[in-house]
Every structure is written in C-alpha cells, then in structure tokens.
T-cell receptor, first 116, second 115 residues
Framework: AQKITQTQPGMFVQEKEAVTLDCTYDTSDPSYGLFWYKQPSSGEMIFLIYQGSYDQQNATEGRYSLNFQKARKSANLVISASQLGDSAMYFCAMREANTNAGKSTFGDGTTLTVKP | DAGVIQSPRHEVTEMGQEVTLRCKPISGHNSLFWYRQTMMRGLELLIYFNNNVPIDDSGMPEDRFSAKMPNASFSTLKIQPSEPRDSAVYFC?????????????FGSGTQLSVL
C-alpha cells in the first residue's frame, strides 16, 4: 500500500499568490514525522519543513507552512506569496519511528510552476 | 560541514559492466539511505542502514544490486552486471538518528547512464 500519496502531478500558481500542495499518508505508528522537500531543476533535494505526529501546532518556516490534519492523515504544504524561484518538484515524506525504525518514504511528487 | 558527498557525479558505462557508487555521510550521522530516481518510478528507497547495519533492503531491485556500509563514514552501492534499465539518478542521504523527527540530508546524486 502506498504510504505517501500526492495526488497532484502538476500545479500552476500565479506569482505572489498562495498555493497548497496536497499530501496524505498512511501509518499505524503513533510516532512519525512528516517532511517536505524541494527539488529544483538543478536536481538537489532541499529540506523545507517538518511536522511531528505529536506536535500540537502546525509547523511554519518563513513562507512555508504545513496544514497538519492528523485525523484525516493529511499534511498539506502551503506556500504563501509564490515566487518564480519556487518552481520545482515538491516531495512529501514520512519517517516512522517505531514500526520501521526510521525508514523514510517519499510520495511521487508535485511539479509546481509559478507563472509571472 | 561538507555535507553528504557522493561520487562520481556522472557515470556512463556499457551494459554488463560493474558500477560502484560511493557515499560519505555527514560526520556523526548514523542513518544512511540509498534512493533511485527515475521519471517513471519517482524516488524509490533501495536500502537504508542504521549504525552501519542494513535495516531494510526490500527496495533493492534484484540480486544485481548490493550495498555495503563497512564503517560509519562510507557506503557503496554496486550494480553487477549493469543494464540499461538501471539508468537513473542515485541519491545517498544521511540523518542524525533513526527516529521519526530527523530530516534527511541528501548528496548531489550520481547520474548513471548504462548504454
């Protein structure tokens, strides 16, 4: 079964607008972490934001925020005030602390294109 | 901090040849991951190690693939014999700890082309 599901292969957003990238996950481990990474066309993988399963507040890092809905098992990434440099592939990932000893699995990714 | 170092950056080889990819994780990190990225299959976890011990190699495609971590500062991924379908970008990543709250630090990847 797919552990991480990203249902949007591609997304478009106008510069300066906000965009939400969807991510749902599946786990029975009570202790896990959710991560978002960015992969620009140059190919490197860049960590953006982290949300722990026990965190009460949604994570924020600058223009990035994570809309964590634990009961729905979703961890959507919100990018505010989009910039042209945000055009990239975005991956959602999960690490399960107990059942899989920290194994880190990734979704299929969403390609975001920011239009000027 | 030098980050995760992978070598070579690019490898072009002929079908049937042996290929060895190398990775030096960040000093002090005790979890290491090998991923393969292709357009068709996305980012696949091949194998990961905790404290130099392989924990899960269920993602290794077949017996042609093998990975070792002889010490905390070095890992190899070997393909023998290589096939054109092995062409992909291979990423190595490391993290501090094997828990759920540690982010991964990725190397720059090795672009492998098997002709």
């Amino acid at each position: 079964a797919q552990k991480i599901t990203q249902t949007q292969p591609g997304m478009f957003v106008q510069e300066k607008e906000a965009v939400t990238l969807d991510c749902t996950y599946d786990t029975s481990d009570p202790s896990y972490g959710l991560f978002w990474y960015k992969q620009p066309s140059s190919g490197e993988m860049i960590f953006l934001i982290y949300q722990g399963s026990y965190d009460q507040q949604n994570a924020t890092e600058g223009r990035y925020s994570l809309n964590f809905q634990k009961a729905r098992k979703s961890a959507n990434l919100v990018i505010s005030a989009s910039q042209l440099g945000d055009s990239a592939m975005y991956f959602c990932a999960m690490r399960e602390a107990n059942t899989n000893a920290g194994k880190s699995t990734f979704g299929d990714g969403t390609t975001l294109t920011v239009k000027p | 901090d030098a980050g995760v170092i992978q070598s070579p950056r690019h490898e072009v080889t002929e079908m049937g040849q042996e290929v060895t990819l190398r990775c030096k994780p960040i000093s002090g990190h005790n979890s290491l991951f090998w991923y393969r990225q292709t357009m068709m299959r996305g980012l696949e976890l091949l194998i990961y190690f905790n404290n130099n011990v392989p924990i899960d190699d269920s993602g290794m495609p077949e017996d042609r693939f093998s990975a070792k971590m002889p010490n905390a500062s070095f890992s190899t991924l070997k393909i023998q014999p290589s096939e054109p379908r092995d062409s992909a970008v291979y990423f190595c990543a490391s993290s501090l700890g094997g828990q759920g709250n540690e982010k991964l630090f990725f190397g720059s990847g090795t672009q492998l082309s098997v002709l």
